[in-house]
């Protein structure tokens, strides 16, 4: 029999195709064992949303419709309903309203782009490393995928398909998708800025990765500081542009373009009490939020699975993706680098995580979540860290043991999630 000798790039591709079939499977399983026919899967969420918006924008509207009399988390203002959410994924929707209607699958969108996001990964690990010139093995590579892919709070979010998770598979998908092109060996500036843009008017915590992005420019240009700045200019006329297309979008619906629409949404009785007394953003909600972003126990049970679904706030990150723990050898791989620029690439990374984290503990709610699903804001962050772990230990048979067991913790922990999450609706 002939050996078939599959490039690397066959082998991402072949995984994601793997991976969207996990996905599809384990769901219409999901559904049955729960007494849904597996055809469920085709049918969407109650709060799809951006489907919603994507058909008012095909009759020239920026508000939208409620369909059956939902309204929650839409904003009102002079009797009109909209989206506080960024509308990018909405616009990416509109050619597929219009062509077949707006009752879009949202749970077999979000399992096909977070299947997508998983070979995506692997190609901006690879491209990643190949700049900075860590050389790591294929297995790697491929490892890191899977931990991503089903051993992070990105596998139960995909099975969800509701505005509030689907709006953070689609920036996921944007901003993994403009790492793509910008790590390429030639830098596809505009295109990447292009999705970069999409991923921040998606979720707008995503800007602060723009701090690797103009950082990474640097390296690529060989600490060229007037191509630097050219090729800057390149990738950041495409946010600039989108930016000012926001503002607008803002005023066009609220009569102020630093307004959207927030403060004005339809927010459930369980919050309302801490909002009126705190507002949405503030310094007293980070212990709490803290507490259950990266330190809670998950609700450990004595019958299998073994994890509940009863504290519906989550737990910590570090619970949810034991693999994480191993973000610890960073401290003596930072000690021990020669060189300048992985030091300031790492400091990079932490400032992204560091940032965001502040601004997600200080929002008031946490909504439904297995896991810590707001950590997808600065997860690329954590990501680019495992990397420089995997540079410095890949070859050492107790680290590769040791990742290997946290990784299949891991994956069953996210598993029992995306079960839960899967029979919500």
């Given at each position: 029999?002939?050996?078939?000798?599959?490039?690397?790039?066959?082998i991402f591709w072949l995984l994601g195709l793997i991976s969207f079939l996990v996905f599809f499977v384990l769901l219409v399983f999901f559904l049955k064992i729960n007494g849904k026919n597996g055809s469920y899967i085709f049918t969407h969420s109650p709060f799809n949303y951006f489907s919603w918006l994507a058909s008012s924008f095909l009759?020239?509207?920026?508000?939208?419709?409620?369909?059956?009399?939902?309204?929650?988390d839409l904003s009102n203002y002079k009797e009109k309903y909209y989206l506080y959410w960024p509308p990018a994924p909405a616009v990416v929707l509109t050619p597929f309203v219009f062509l077949f209607g707006m009752n879009l699958p949202d749970r077999l969108i979000s399992i096909s782009l977070s299947a997508l996001n998983v070979t995506l990964m692997m190609f901006v690990i690879r491209r990643l490393s190949d700049l900075l010139g860590f050389g790591l093995k294929t297995w790697a590579v491929i490892?890191?995928?899977?931990?991503?892919?089903?051993?992070?709070?990105?596998?139960?979010?995909?099975?969800?398909?509701?505005?509030?998770?689907?709006?953070?598979v689609f920036s996921l998908t944007f901003l993994i998708t403009s790492l793509y092109f910008f790590l390429a060996k030639n830098p596809k500036y505009l295109l990447s800025g292009f999705f970069f843009t999409l991923a921040v008017y998606t979720r707008n915590t995503m800007v602060f990765t723009g701090l690797l992005?103009?950082?990474?420019?640097?390296?690529?240009?060989?600490?060229?500081?007037?191509?630097?700045?050219?090729?800057?200019?390149?990738?950041?006329?495409?946010?600039?542009?989108?930016?000012?297309?926001y503002l607008w979008y803002n005023y066009a619906r609220f009569d102020n373009a630093f307004d959207n629409g927030l403060a004005k949404h339809n927010m459930g009785w369980w919050y309302r009490a801490?909002?009126?007394?705190?507002?949405?953003?503030?310094?007293?909600?980070?212990?709490?939020?803290?507490?259950?972003?990266?330190?809670?126990?998950?609700?450990?049970?004595?019958?299998?699975?073994?994890?509940?679904?009863?504290?519906?706030k989550g737990f910590g990150m570090f619970w949810a993706s034991s693999v994480l723990v191993l973000l610890v050898l960073l401290v003596f791989n930072f000690r021990k680098s020669e060189k300048t620029e992985y030091k300031i690439f790492n400091v990079l990374n932490l400032l992204n995580i560091g940032i965001v984290?502040?601004?997600?503990t200080m929002i008031m709610g946490r909504g439904v979540q297995f896991g810590a699903r707001y950590s997808l804001d600065y997860y690329i962050s954590i990501m680019f860290l495992l990397v420089f772990v995997f540079q410095k230990y890949q070859e050492n048979k107790i680290f590769k043991a040791t990742f290997l067991i946290l990784l299949i913790i891991s994956v069953y922990i996210n598993t029992v999630g995306a079960y839960y999450m899967a029979i919500r609706w």
């Open positions: 029999m002939k050996k078939i000798n599959l490039k690397e790039s066959q009759e020239g509207r920026l508000d939208v419709t409620p369909v059956n009399g939902v309204i929650h490892l890191l995928g899977v931990f991503w892919g089903f051993g992070t709070v990105n596998f139960s979010v995909g099975f969800e398909g509701s505005v509030w998770y689907i709006s953070q992005y103009l950082y990474i420019i640097f390296l690529q240009q060989k600490s060229d500081w007037k191509k630097s700045i050219i090729s800057a200019l390149k990738f950041g006329s495409m946010f600039i542009a989108g930016s000012l297309l801490g909002y009126e007394k705190y507002g949405y953003f503030n310094t007293h909600f980070i212990p709490n939020n803290l507490y259950y972003e990266w330190f809670r126990m998950p609700d450990f049970i004595n019958k299998f699975p073994f994890i509940g679904f009863i504290d519906l984290l502040t601004l997600i």
